[in-house]
């Protein structure tokens, strides 16, 4: 009996102790991709050089974007002609249209 109580009384510390310390948690930072982690691209403020950078975006491409704007959403290059589906979809996750303001430079 006393073996019992014995083994009760260990087992009750021990997941006090698991409650204390708490499961094991994963750092967020740490299971973002790449491409989340780095500031994204804005498709109405991009130099031609951030442009170009982009995967799939020559000279050309690049010039149309900056032809192109402004854009309200970063579909719309794919709406106004400017890039195929295939090449925007290889750049989504690297690009925003933020609001333009006709005050600002």
């Known amino acids: 009996m006393l073996?019992?109580?014995?083994?009760?009384?260990?087992?009750?510390?021990?997941?006090?102790?698991?409650?204390?310390?708490?499961?094991a948690q994963?750092?967020?930072?740490?299971?973002?991709?790449?491409?989340?982690?780095?500031?994204?691209?804005?498709?109405?403020r991009a130099r031609l050089e951030e442009l170009k950078a982009l995967p799939g975006i020559n000279d050309a491409a690049a010039k149309k974007i900056v032809d192109g704007r402004p854009y309200r959403t970063a579909e719309q290059v794919v709406s106004k002609?400017?890039?195929?589906?295939?090449?925007y979809d290889r750049i989504k996750e690297l690009v925003i249209a933020s609001p333009t303001n006709p005050w600002r430079p």
């Open 3 to 23: 073996q019992i109580v014995h083994r009760l009384f260990v087992v009750v510390l021990l997941a006090m102790a698991w409650l204390c310390v708490g499961p």
């Open 81 to 87: 002609g400017i890039l195929s589906k295939a090449a």
């Open 26 to 44: 994963t750092n967020p930072d740490t299971t973002k991709s790449p491409a989340r982690k780095a500031a994204r691209i804005d498709l109405n």
